[in-house]
């Protein structure tokens, strides 16, 4: 079961018999929709349930004991499971597989209905559960290249969906430090067609006695940050820089190509 690798799960609050989750997880991963129902099931034929999308198409549905395939929307269907054995415990989760970035931002509802017994009582539907879909596609590489005739250093990622965060850090005598936001400048585009994303930073680095420097990016999605680092070989140097539009000095070169990637 190593779709449960790789799913983050969070607890967002609990208000009345209704339970609002999110899911973030991978592209191409499955997604977990936990919910568990209050009401007492004694036997699954007094049990109906379904799970729908905010654009009310439906994933699941479940009639008296059997599956309904019939009610499922085009999208959903044989990429959902459920785990008919569980249900007898108020389980009525389901597993949807083959995540694409469609499906993000997607929320999903859980609706019951427990039959009592008399015939004559009147049925309610419930709203039980609701779930926040959220998938990513990683960013597997970051990249840092130094111009030292522009005194920038330009940071890229690519082929990664939500949008990125990216920011800078730098080292000076031990401690790091955040890059001043003005000294940065970041473009991001999306492929209109695989809805991935690339992602540009230009630095342009600040005069002082800097040791390193190190470009972060932030998914938030995954909750997992990228970071690469630049770093001057011989300790601490001051770039001096007379002003932004300076050009090259022989000291930044000097001291730029002493840059060596980590
Ligand atoms: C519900 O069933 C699913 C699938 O078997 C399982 O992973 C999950 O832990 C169960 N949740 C509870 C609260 O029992
Ligand atoms: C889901 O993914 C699996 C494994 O990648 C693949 O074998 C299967 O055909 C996919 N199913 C659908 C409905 O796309
Ligand atoms: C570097 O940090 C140490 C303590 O961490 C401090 O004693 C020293 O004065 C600092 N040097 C400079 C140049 O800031
Ligand atoms: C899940 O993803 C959403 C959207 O990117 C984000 O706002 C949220 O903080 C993420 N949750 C966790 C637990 O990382
Ligand atoms: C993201 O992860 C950090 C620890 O790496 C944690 O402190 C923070 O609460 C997480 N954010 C969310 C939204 O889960
Ligand atoms: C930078 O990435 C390395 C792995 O490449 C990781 O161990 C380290 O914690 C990261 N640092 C930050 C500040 O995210």
């Not at 007898?88 to 993000?104: A, F, P, R, W």
């Not at 991001?188 to 695989?194: G, K, L, R, V």
Request: net charge negative; aromatic share 8%.
């Amino acid at each position: 079961m190593d779709f449960l690798l790789g799913l983050l799960f969070t607890l967002l609050f609990v208000s009345d018999s209704k339970l609002v989750h999110s899911v973030n997880t991978t592209i191409m991963d499955s997604a977990l929709l936990l919910c568990r129902t209050s009401e007492k099931i004694t036997d699954l034929r007094n049990l109906r349930f379904y799970w729908q999308d905010d654009r009310k198409k439906v994933l699941y549905s479940f009639n008296k004991g059997e599956e309904m395939p019939g009610h499922i929307s085009d999208r959903y269907l044989k990429r959902v499971s459920a785990f008919p054995q569980d249900m007898i415990t108020g389980n009525i989760s389901v597993l949807l597989n083959n995540l694409t970035l469609e499906d993000n931002g997607r929320i999903f509802e859980a609706y019951t209905t427990v039959f009592t017994g008399s015939e004559t009582t009147i049925l309610q539907t419930t709203q039980v559960c609701q779930i926040n879909l959220y998938v990513t596609v990683p960013y597997k590489d970051i990249r840092l290249a130094v111009h030292t005739d522009t005194m920038t250093s330009v940071c890229t990622v690519h082929g990664g969906f939500p949008a990125p965060e990216i920011y800078w850090t730098a080292h000076h005598n031990g401690s790091e430090s955040l890059v001043d936001p003005r000294d940065v400048h970041t473009t991001t585009a999306q492929d209109p067609e695989s809805l991935l994303y690339t992602s540009s930073s230009t630095l342009h680095i600040p005069a002082g006695p800097h040791q390193a420097l190190t470009c972060l990016c932030h998914n938030p999605t995954l909750n997992a940050t990228l970071n690469t680092t630049y770093t001057l070989s011989k300790g601490a140097a001051v770039w001096s820089l007379p002003g932004r539009s300076a050009g090259l000095t022989v000291a930044a070169a000097l001291l730029l190509t002493a840059l060596q990637q980590l």
